[in-house]
Nanobody, 126 residues
Framework: QVQLVESGGGLVQAGDSLRLSCAAS????????MGWFRQAPGKEREFVAG????????RYADTVKGRFTISRDNAENTLYLQMNSLKPDDTAVYYC???????????????????WGQGTQVTVSS
């Protein structure tokens, strides 16, 4: 199993930046991919960005491409999401996910992930 703990959320103004962190523990050497998802009130959880361990491959949702950057720190077993030029539409609870199995959905869907953190709130005011 993998345990995930997110941090770094908060209240910011439009145009500001935030960096989210996701600390992983447990079977970290078996991780295939990790990613960030978000869920706004009244909406379904949506893919934001993914990081596949093999090849350090990254993917982004079109809505955040060019503004958000996903990265990892191997030494700290931590996944990051650097969020720049934040917009009110980015307001949501952000979740970190991890998968230990090879799959084709790590870059787009919840179905590519088996473990989740508790979430961290990001609120962007206009």
């Amino acid at each position: 199993q993998v345990q995930l703990v997110e941090s770094g959320g908060g209240l910011v103004q439009a145009g500001d930046s935030l960096r989210l962190s996701c600390a992983a523990s447990g079977r970290i050497f078996s991780i295939y991919a990790m990613g960030w998802f978000r869920q706004a009130p009244g909406k379904e959880r949506e893919f934001v960005a993914g990081f596949r361990w093999t090849g350090s491959l990254t993917r982004y949702a079109d809505t955040v491409k060019g503004r958000f950057t996903i990265s990892r720190d191997n030494a700290e077993n931590t996944l990051y999401l650097q969020m720049n030029s934040l917009k009110p539409d980015d307001t949501a609870v952000y979740y970190c996910g991890a998968s230990l199995r090879v799959n084709l959905y790590w870059d787009s869907s919840e179905s590519g992930y088996d473990y989740w953190g508790q979430g961290t709130q990001v609120t962007v005011s206009s």
